[in-house]
């Protein structure tokens, strides 16, 4: 292999690398804007269903192409195919099958959706033109240590992944609406389960391809999505804090609660604020008072029940 060949390769891998850190940034400041997170205005959503199978299917598409139109020489290797269908595998159930067992789901913002849908080019391409072209390894690869380790962290991390997608979408029953504390699996300890999973999936993914290009890829997953985890958490925590000062302040689940739920943390601390202020219990001073002591108690609260609302997938 020629090191100008699977130069361009290494390039877009650290290009990669460093879009994660670029996109963690950003994430941290403007948040993420889908599922939960949408804005009730938004302008040009995409159907959840449609969306999702449309920005993931380019990851199949794109290797399925790769291959299709070239020699894929490389392929002749049993390691270069069970990493390729690795990937492959990945992309079939979110793009062909994850979509349509979707419930519902808000609509996602259409620049959510065309980012997605170009990285999922991006990596295609890279992850499929270098393990079909250019990747080496010897037929006792796949009995190397570290494919063995990393088979198995990316088949755990799947199977995680995919468990804890059933578990949130099944949370409400049918006509039921408002937030529901995940129960169940991997929910019990971390607060993003399926995040978690996904990269678990990927850092396999990376050590059994051992390779820059499958590190970038774990690398950027892991970037993008510790960030919305830990949006998540903090979004988990607020939403549980305020539900415990509704309940016990007889303020019920209706129409605040909603309202609490589709809008960012300080928003919602700025709406429960608000409302102590009007309470029935009496002068404002008294409401915050009680306010104060009950989100102690509430946090106290959290800590005995919840052990996964401690960290977000870590």
């Not at 292999?1 to 290494?10: G, Q, T, W």
């Not at 960030?227 to 903090?234: E, I, S, Y």
């Not at 009496?282 to 106290?300: D, F, K």
């Amino acid at each position: 292999m020629e090191p100008a060949e699977v130069f361009p390769l290494d390039a877009l891998a650290y290009l990669q690398c460093a879009l994660g850190f670029l996109g963690s940034l950003l994430l941290r400041q403007a948040a993420s804007s889908y599922g939960r997170y949408v804005s009730p205005g938004a302008a040009f959503g995409v159907p959840a269903r449609a969306a999702w199978a449309l920005q993931e299917l380019p990851s199949l598409a794109v290797p399925l192409w790769v291959c299709a139109r070239t020699a894929a020489e490389r392929l002749r290797r049993a390691p270069n195919r069970i990493l390729l269908a690795m990937f492959l595998l990945h992309y079939a159930q979110r793009s062909l099958i994850f979509p349509f067992l979707i419930r519902g789901g808000k609509p996602m913002p259409l620049y959510t959706c065309v980012l997605a849908f170009m990285f999922c080019v991006y990596n295609g391409y890279l992850q499929s033109r270098y393990l079909s072209q250019y990747a080496v390894y010897t037929d006792d690869w796949v009995t190397d240590p570290r494919f063995l380790v990393g088979f198995c962290l990316w088949l755990i991390g799947m199977l995680i992944n995919i468990h804890s997608d059933h578990i949130l979408r099944n949370l409400r029953k049918p006509g039921e609406t408002g937030y529901k504390i995940p129960r169940g699996g991997l929910f019990e300890y971390v607060t993003a389960a399926n995040y978690f999973g996904e990269v678990v999936e990927w850092c396999g993914y990376g050590l059994a391809s051992w390779s820059i290009q499958g590190g970038a890829f774990a690398l950027f997953t892991f970037c993008i999505l510790l960030t919305r985890a830990q949006q998540h958490h903090r979004s988990e925590n607020t939403l549980y804090t305020a539900g415990c000062l509704f309940h016990r302040l007889g303020l019920g689940r209706g129409s605040l609660w909603e309202a609490v739920e589709n809008r960012q943390s300080h928003q919602k601390e700025k709406m429960l604020k608000t409302h102590l202020l009007s309470s029935p219990l009496g002068t404002g001073e008294m409401a915050l008072r009680c306010a104060h002591q009950l989100h102690h108690m509430s946090l106290t609260f959290l800590a005995n029940i919840k052990v996964n609302y401690v960290g977000c997938f870590l």
